[in-house]
């Protein structure tokens, strides 16, 4: 493989984990929401107008989830290039396991302290399924392409 396709390879697989980590982000905030407006009361609007908030959330998850999903994501990468993978699924799996390594990571950088709230633990394994899938769907179905390797 020359340089340029080396490259190339490296720009979709980058592009799809970023594109992974957002949507992972995204479906982790709004399944805590969602569980946190369950126990609002009767308030219309519990967390009122703040998409400054909101946005500072979303930031801070990617960064925290771009650090701590980053070796186990290489992994899947290492294996989707070796065992050819090319079904949407494996990648969806391997997000979800990713997920609970990225907690167990976290965890462990962070000093030991249970700084991850319980509650965050249910939604992180469907955000790494959705972002498992993503990266499929971005970058993961055309990395054989794009390496100019011929599908099995």
Do not use: C, H
């Amino acid at each position: 493989m020359n340089w340029r396709r080396g490259a190339t390879v490296g720009a979709v697989v980058a592009g799809g984990y970023l594109a992974a980590v957002f949507v992972a982000t995204l479906v982790v905030i709004a399944i805590t929401l969602s569980f946190a407006s369950l126990f609002a009361g009767n308030d219309p609007e519990p967390f009122g107008n703040r998409a400054m908030e909101f946005a500072g959330f979303v930031l801070a998850g990617m960064v925290i989830t771009f650090a701590t999903a980053l070796p186990g994501f290489l992994v899947v990468v290492w294996l989707s290039l070796s065992l050819r993978w090319n079904r949407w699924w494996r990648f969806a799996l391997a997000g979800g396991i990713d997920a609970v390594v990225a907690i167990g990571l976290f965890n462990i950088f962070s000093g030991g302290a249970s700084l991850v709230p319980v509650g965050l633990v249910l939604p992180t394994l469907p955000g790494g399924l959705a972002g498992g899938a993503i990266y499929w769907l971005v970058a993961g179905r055309f990395v054989d392409r794009v390496a100019g390797r011929q599908l099995p």
